[in-house]
């Protein structure tokens, strides 16, 4: 029986030799195949990979699957970037693309993940058509593919041109000015060689850790969060830096270490930007930002009066609202980011190069620049945490999920948001937000407390009510 594909919020993605086979890769491609072939020509596009293990052949593979589809397929033999392929594709005026990564999942994984001809991620209504697709071919398909043994594909170097776009959008020269000093953590993934070297050619001093490629990342997921980050701190410590900016493995998600040592979380990095680029560039046209990403951003939407879109967890609704030119910043909690006039996508390169333009800019460290923030808006502390459930107790709660609850331990509901899952929002204006793990047992609660005080209790009640 065939591996049912499903693509989520950011595609398909499964265990390499598992799911996510040749057969299964050829079933994928040609769903993808067919779905473009239903748009305007010429259809043609970008084909691209992360580092991981067998990538180069993934990305022949599929080459020769859309050949053979009458598809035109346009290589990318070095890893890239996500957003490096998103803009790309807006450049080449391409159908979209095609890119095998597993973005931040261990190195077992790997995946596909297909955007749009405008850089975007799929939108649902395009990855059900992709998966109806799928679905027609049938049980066992013989799938066409181009068996020449040296085709001529073409091929593109997307690295260039995005970092000469990047170096348009960030004050590369006062990073400069400022003289600091800053460590670089690719996490030997798809942002080699880019950030460090559009700092390096503007003058900045950059030091880097996990620079070489390593398809098992370390022995663990290239994901750039706090317990991850060790060597880069110890970087930073060694050669007195202000700033740690790091990204995950396809480079759509960062990660970032203040001056002292302090991991900043994703949170705090998407509303610090917000507050400067509103500050610097005069950008007031809107925020986006998903249910569960702090409210911070929606207290300093409130003070800058500017207009607040919350969105599904998921990127590609943020990226329809830079499509439309209708948010200046707009991020989410899972550390990812882009700006105005920028790409659709997650881009954890820019969100590095933009933190150390603030950081040089406002001459403080993020610590000292976020107890401002709270001084003007109010103090937030978000946390997430994720509960395994028995398949029992997971259809159990994913009735309860539908109900309104008047309170939340001792605490009033006041409002309740159902945006995506479940947000209770309570009297002080903490909240509790739960979504469903479409692929395992799993609920994931997200809260937010107005005072660290708070915290423990605020997690023991949204733990409570998930499990009695």
């Known amino acids: 029986m065939s591996t049912t594909i499903k693509f989520g919020t950011s595609g398909w993605r499964a265990i390499v ?6 057969a299964n890769i050829r079933r994928a491609v040609a769903g993808i195949a067919a779905y473009v072939k239903t748009q305007p020509a010429p259809h043609r596009v970008l084909v691209g990979r992360d580092p991981r293990f067998l990538g180069e052949s993934f ?65 649902p209504e395009v990855t059900k058509q992709i998966e109806a697709a799928i679905v027609a071919l049938g049980e066992d398909p013989k799938i066409p593919r181009l068996a020449d043994p040296e085709p001529n594909f073409e091929q593109v170097d997307v ?7 990047l170096a348009e959008l960030v004050d590369l020269k006062a990073i400069a000015a400022s003289k600091i000093k800053i460590v670089f953590d690719p996490f030997w993934g798809a942002a080699r060689g880019y950030s460090c070297h559009i700092l390096r050619e503007a003058g900045v001093t950059v030091e880097t850790v996990h620079d070489y490629r390593d398809v098992l990342f370390g ?15 110890a970087k930073t410590k060694e050669i007195g830096a202000k700033l740690v900016i790091a990204t995950d493995g396809d480079a759509d998600r960062f990660g970032i270490v203040d001056e002292d040592g302090t991991f900043i979380q994703p ?7 917000f507050d400067y680029l509103v500050e610097t560039r005069g950008w007031k046209n809107g925020v986006a930002k998903s249910v569960a990403t702090t409210n911070l951003i929606n207290a300093l939407a409130d003070y800058h009066k500017v207009p607040l879109y919350e969105t599904p967890v998921g990127f590609k609704y943020i990226g329809e609202l830079i499509n439309q030119d209708k948010i ?39 610590g000292a620049q976020l107890t401002e923030l709270f001084d003007k808006v109010g103090s937030f502390y978000p946390v997430r945490e994720n509960f395994h459930l028995t398949n029992e107790a997971k259809a159990r709660f994913t009735e309860k999920l539908k109900t309104d609850p008047s309170s939340l331990g001792s605490r009033k509901v006041t409002s309740i948001v159902r ?24 609920v994931r609660a997200y809260t937010e407390s107005r005072n660290e005080s708070d915290m423990a209790a605020l997690s023991a009640a949204a733990k409570d009510f998930v499990l009695n």
């Open 219 to 233: 022995g663990h997921a290239p994901e750039p969060d706090d317990q991850l980050l060790a060597e880069a701190k």
């Open 59 to 123: 990305v022949d593979e599929a080459a020769r699957i859309l050949s053979a589809a009458g598809v035109t397929p346009i290589i990318i033999p070095k890893a890239a970037p996500t957003p490096a392929i998103s803009y790309a594709v807006r450049q080449l005026k391409a159908s979209g693309s095609i890119n095998f990564t597993a973005s931040h999942n261990p190195p077992e994984y790997n995946g596909i993940k297909f955007s749009t001809h405008d850089g975007a991620p799929a939108l």
């Open 17 to 22: 030799a598992d799911e996510f086979t040749v």
């Open 419 to 442: 945006t995506d899952g479940l947000k209770l929002v309570l009297d002080d204006g903490s909240w509790v937000c739960y979504r469903l793990s479409g692929t395992e047992p799993v």
């Open 328 to 366: 200046a910043i707009g991020g989410e909690e899972s550390a990812g980011l882009t700006i105005r006039g920028h790409v659709p996508e997650k881009d954890g390169v820019i969100a590095g190069l933009l933190v150390a333009e603030m950081v040089a800019k406002r001459g403080k460290s993020l």
């Open 159 to 165: 690295k260039d041109d995005y970092l000469k776009r």
């Open 267 to 273: 949170n705090y990095i998407i509303a610090l930007l």
